[in-house]
């Protein structure tokens, strides 16, 4: 951070328990009220110390392995963020985000989100290991109403049954959609023969799925989607890959494999969100 107009010490760091340290350009020192606040943080008058974030005492007893790196004016990180890294201003994780880095201004991570990358400004972090660059905010001023994103899916079938697949791999977590927007994607499938009584390995399939989901305010969903061949690898498949409802509010990729044929599925997903306050 460069010194601000008017004033001789800047931060240089802050520390876990989010007291922030202070620099003149050589050594450590530290703020008085009127510095402290001049770049956005909190002043505990009687304690004499500069705050980023408050951190309970007993938070920091049971969380000692954490490993938080918080740069920048008006971050947070809510208890259970861990091993994650926070840079720019006014970004915020929320509780039990894990292995994370946000970037840039106003961004956000949803709870229980671990894994994930978001940038820009006005970023939302639905998904696990979910990569996000905010686009900023239109009339309705929450984060993630305007934004690209990526997330990838793997799975497995051994049989010709339509199969959901999930995020990592985990089997319990889907895209979360957000009422009254359209979710355009792009998204690249490759599905790869690894053997099976009737399987021949190293045979594939791989296709690109394009399309739009329009999600009313009730979430109801509303999906207009082509698919095409990118290569044909000789995989016999009958049933071509898309996108549909699992549960309420969320959406994920679905596929069919063939009987007694081990398949490894593996999706990229390019997102693009608008959303609006206006309800349809």
């Known amino acids: 951070m460069d010194f601000k107009r008017g004033y001789k010490i800047k931060p240089k760091s802050i520390k876990s328990t989010g007291e922030v340290i202070f620099t003149d350009g050589t050594n450590e020192v530290f703020a008085n009220e009127i510095v402290c606040r001049g770049y956005g943080y909190e002043y505990d008058k009687n304690l004499g110390v500069c705050y980023a974030f408050?951190?309970?005492k007993d938070a920091q007893k049971q969380n000692q392995?954490?490993?938080i790196s918080i740069k920048g004016a008006n971050n947070e990180a809510q208890s259970g963020t861990e091993n994650s890294i926070i840079s720019g201003t006014k970004n915020k994780t929320l509780g039990d985000v894990q292995n994370s880095l946000v970037i840039g201004s106003n961004n956000l991570i949803q709870n229980n989100i671990d894994n994930a990358f978001v940038t820009g400004t006005f970023g939302s972090a639905l998904n696990q290991g979910e990569f996000v660059i905010g686009a900023g905010q239109l009339d309705?001023?929450?984060f993630g109403a305007q934004q690209m994103s990526i997330v990838q899916f793997i799975g497995q079938t051994t049989n010709d049954t339509l199969t959901s697949l999930s995020i990592q791999n985990d089997g319990e977590s889907y895209i979360e959609i957000q009422n009254n927007s359209i979710l355009g994607f792009e998204t690249?499938?490759?599905g790869l023969c690894t053997g099976g009584d009737d399987g021949t390995a190293g045979q594939y399939m791989y296709y690109k799925l394009v399309g739009a989901c329009k999600i009313n305010n009730g979430f109801d969903t509303t999906f207009t989607q082509s698919i095409s061949t990118i290569a044909n690898g000789s995989l016999?498949?009958?049933v071509t890959p898309s996108f549909?409802?699992?549960t309420d509010n969320f959406i994920t990729l679905k596929v069919t494999g063939l009987a007694n044929v081990n398949i490894n599925w593996y999706a990229s997903m390019?997102?693009?969100t608008n959303k609006t306050i206006n309800t349809f």
């Open 54 to 56: 408050r951190y309970s």
């Open 65 to 67: 392995h954490q490993s």
């Open 140 to 142: 309705n001023k929450t």
């Open 188 to 190: 690249h499938i490759i």
């Open 236 to 238: 016999p498949l009958e």
């Open 244 to 246: 549909a409802s699992v």
């Open 270 to 272: 390019h997102s693009y």
